[in-house]
Nanobody, 123 residues
Framework: QLQLVESGGGLVQPGGSLRLSCTASGAILTNYTLGWFRQAPGKEREGVSCISTSGAITDLLAGRFAISRDNGKNTVYLQMNSLKPEDTAIYYC???????????????????WGQGTQVTVST
């Protein structure tokens, strides 16, 4: 059973940066499409960025965030730059086999979720 654990969230000032990590156990991530989602208070969960097994990426936030994966470390990352107060949310990593990055990020096609890590952007 694949388990995902996020880390790296916290409080940051507007304009700052954070790097989230999501490390897997119970399975090797090589064959999984991976993604980051977020859920702000009072809003639905939404896709942020997804990465395929071959490294193709979909980015729904116009380039401020960058997803990457290190299969050797069984980890997926989300580098977040130029953070804004509206980026405040719980960030979740996600995984699924045999899906496209579009289907994952836009339709929420996910089999496994992490527990989430809080990101707060505030002065």
């Amino acid at each position: 059973q694949l388990q995902l654990v996020e880390s790296g969230g916290g409080l940051v000032q507007p304009g700052g940066s954070l790097r989230l990590s999501c490390t897997a156990s119970g399975a090797i991530l090589t064959n999984y499409t991976l993604g980051w989602f977020r859920q702000a208070p009072g809003k639905e969960r939404e896709g942020v960025s997804c990465i395929s097994t071959s490294g193709a990426i979909t980015d729904l936030l116009a380039g401020r965030f960058a997803i990457s994966r290190d299969n050797g470390k069984n980890t997926v990352y989300l580098q977040m730059n130029s953070l804004k107060p509206e980026d405040t949310a719980i960030y979740y990593c996600a995984a699924r086999t045999a899906t496209t990055i579009g289907r994952m990020c836009l339709r929420g096609a996910v089999d496994y979720w992490g527990q989430g890590t809080q990101v707060t952007v505030s002065t």
